[in-house]
């Protein structure tokens, strides 16, 4: 019950979040940006690998994998949205 439940607390922000990305997507596609829109996607989407495996780890209740990964995100997140980002 309370996975479920966890699932479902933040349903309406992931359909808008989801929802966004296709409509920058989109535009990227039909503006002729494929390229910028493909390493922009590549580059905020690095870190979610880590950040979704350490939830599941945490759900499995393996804490100190999941902390582990979980540093790991927030060294990725960093390092690719603060410099490699705006600098690339």
Do not use: G
């Given at each position: 019950d309370n996975f479920i439940a966890f699932l479902i607390q933040d349903?309406?922000?992931?359909?808008?979040?989801h929802?966004?990305?296709?409509v920058l997507l989109?535009?990227?596609?039909c503006a002729n940006f494929i390229r910028i829109g493909t390493l922009?996607?590549?580059v905020h989407d690095a870190s979610?690998?880590?950040l979704e495996s350490a939830k599941l780890f945490n759900y499995a209740k393996w804490e100190k994998t999941s902390k582990g990964l979980f540093v790991v995100f927030a060294i990725v997140f960093m390092?690719?949205?603060l410099i490699i980002f705006?600098?690339?």
């Open positions: 349903f309406k922000e992931q359909i808008v979040h929802l966004a990305t296709l989109s535009f990227s596609w922009v996607m590549l979610d690998v880590f390092v690719t949205r705006p600098f690339w």
